[in-house]
C-alpha cells in the first residue's frame, strides 16, 4: 500500500505568515518602546531644537559656556527673558555689543526658550517678578533717583558711562523692567530682595511707565534733557533777540 507524499505548503500561505510575523514584531516594539519625550525630555521639542540651533553654538549644547559667551548657569529665568524680550539675544555676531532690538521671537516662543534655559541649567537665579498693578508711583519714583537716575537720568532718557552708555528705558515694557531690575545687564547691577522688596520694585515700574506717559502739563518737555535744553535755547535765540532788541532801542533813542 503506497503512502500519499505529504502536500508541500504553497508559496502564497508562507509568504502570508512571515507577513504576520513581521506586522506583529512590529506591533509589539512599538507598544514596549519608550517615548522619546521619557528619555530625553525636552530634548525633542522645539524649544530645544531653536537652542540648539540659535543659542549652543555661543553658549554651549548645556548652557555652560564657551569663549565666546558666558554660561547660563545660575543667570535666572529674568535675565533669559529679558536678552530674549529685549532683542538683544540672539547676536548675529558674537563679538558684537548687545543693543536693543526688535525680538527675534514671539512671546509664547520666548517663554518656551526661558523654559528650555531653566531646564538645561536646573532653573536657578533671580526669577521674573511679578508685575502688581497696585503699586505707589510716588515712593517708585524716590526708589528710582535713588538708585537709577544717575545712569538713566530723572527722565529715563539714559545717561553717558565710562565707555559705554545707559539705554533710555522707555522702550522696555514694564515686565522687562522688573526682570533687568533683578537680573541686571551689562554694566547695571542685579538688585536683589536685600536691595529691593518685591513690592519696591513693582513701585520702580510703575513710576517708569509714569514716565513713558507723562503728559507735560508744564509746557513743551524739550526732549526731557532738563537745564542743559533750556539753557541751549536761552543763549541760542533768545539772548540774540534781546542783545537785537537792545541795540535797536538804542539806535532809536
Same mark, same amino acid.
Given at each position: 500500500?503506497?503512502?500519499? +507524499? ?5 508559496? &502564497? ?12 514584531? &512590529?506591533? &509589539? ?7 522619546? $519625550? ?17 543659542? $549652543?553654538? #555661543? ?20 535675565? /533669559? ?21 526688535? +525680538?527675534?521671537? @514671539? ?8 523654559? !528650555? ?14 508685575? @502688581? ?17 544717575? #545712569?538713566? %537720568?530723572? $527722565?529715563? !532718557? ?6 559705554? !552708555? &545707559?539705554? @533710555?528705558?522707555? %522702550? ?12 541686571? @545687564?551689562?554694566?547695571? +547691577? ?6 529691593? $522688596? ?6 520702580? /515700574? %510703575? ?13 513743551? +518737555? ?32
Amino acid at each position: 500500500m503506497r503512502v500519499a +507524499p505529504r502536500s508541500r505548503p504553497r508559496p &502564497a500561505s508562507r509568504v502570508g505568515g512571515l507577513a504576520a510575523g513581521i506586522a506583529a514584531l &512590529a506591533f &509589539a516594539l512599538v507598544v514596549n518602546a519608550p517615548s522619546r $519625550s521619557a528619555a530625553a525630555p525636552g530634548a525633542g521639542d522645539g524649544a530645544g531644537q531653536l537652542f540648539r540651533a540659535d543659542c $549652543s553654538y #555661543c553658549h554651549g549644547t548645556a548652557g555652560q559656556g564657551t569663549e565666546l559667551a558666558p554660561t547660563l548657569r545660575g543667570v535666572g529665568r529674568a535675565s /533669559v527673558y529679558f536678552q530674549l524680550a529685549s532683542g538683544r539675544m540672539p547676536l548675529a555676531d558674537a563679538r558684537a555689543t548687545p543693543r536693543r532690538a526688535a +525680538p527675534a521671537y @514671539s512671546p509664547a516662543t520666548i517663554a518656551a526658550l526661558v523654559d !528650555e534655559v531653566a531646564r538645561l541649567t536646573g532653573d536657578t537665579g533671580p526669577t521674573i517678578p511679578e508685575v @502688581s498693578p497696585r503699586a505707589d508711583v510716588a515712593a517708585g519714583g524716590e526708589l528710582y533717583r535713588l538708585d537709577c537716575a544717575a #545712569c538713566h %537720568a530723572w $527722565s529715563g !532718557e539714559g545717561g553717558a558711562l565710562f565707555e559705554r !552708555e &545707559a539705554p @533710555s528705558i522707555h %522702550a522696555a515694557s514694564r515686565i522687562e523692567v522688573a526682570a533687568v531690575i533683578r537680573a541686571g @545687564s551689562g554694566n547695571m +547691577p542685579a538688585f536683589g530682595q536685600a536691595a529691593l $522688596s518685591d513690592r519696591q520694585v513693582a513701585d520702580v /515700574v %510703575a513710576y517708569v511707565n509714569e514716565l513713558d506717559h507723562s503728559k507735560d502739563p508744564g509746557g513743551n +518737555p524739550l526732549w526731557h534733557l532738563g537745564p542743559f535744553a533750556e539753557g541751549l535755547i536761552a543763549l541760542g535765540v533768545a539772548l540774540p533777540i534781546l542783545l537785537a532788541a537792545t541795540r535797536w532801542i538804542g539806535e532809536r533813542s
